[in-house]
């Protein structure tokens, strides 16, 4: 069950960033982000929310507090890189940095919070993804 709900949430997320770069390839108002945005969320809440209602999974006020804090950080995401688009940053910019960005966040977050420890092949792929970033920063 956890699986079928990170993908329902993978897919409402990547999508909605797809769509941004198509709202900004085609120059559509600004006046349409947000409402896209809003399916999106909308279809990751009810995507999600309904298998867990219709097994009767109660979340405490903890979970609820936590998971609209995630919602809050993803939407100033999303919204962030609706506004580099906008600025006519390229999409081959704006995409690795904002994905690289949240998953050294992430890293970060777990070494510092939770004392997770990183093997050598951890490293190396930090490390690769930022190489990444760079190499495509220059083309």
């Known amino acids: ?16 960033a797809f769509g941004l770069k198509v709202i900004a390839g085609w120059a559509l108002p600004g006046s349409v982000k947000f409402p896209y945005l809003a399916i999106w969320y909308a279809a990751g809440l009810a995507g999600v929310g309904a298998p867990m209602l219709l097994r009767g999974m109660r979340l405490s006020r903890k979970d609820l507090l936590w998971g609209a804090l995630m919602a809050a950080l993803s939407i100033a995401g999303q919204v962030a890189m609706a506004v580099a688009l906008d600025s006519n940053v390229p999409g081959h910019i704006v995409f690795p940095v904002a994905i690289g ?12 919070f939770f004392h997770e420890r990183m093997s050598r092949l ?5 490390i690769m993804g930022f190489i990444a970033v760079i190499l495509l920063g220059m083309s």
């Open 101 to 112: 960005g949240s998953i050294f966040v992430v890293v970060l977050a777990g070494r510092i």
């Open 1 to 16: 069950m956890w699986f079928l709900l990170m993908l329902i949430v993978l897919l409402t997320n990547g999508m909605s």
């Open 122 to 126: 951890n490293i190396i792929g930090i």
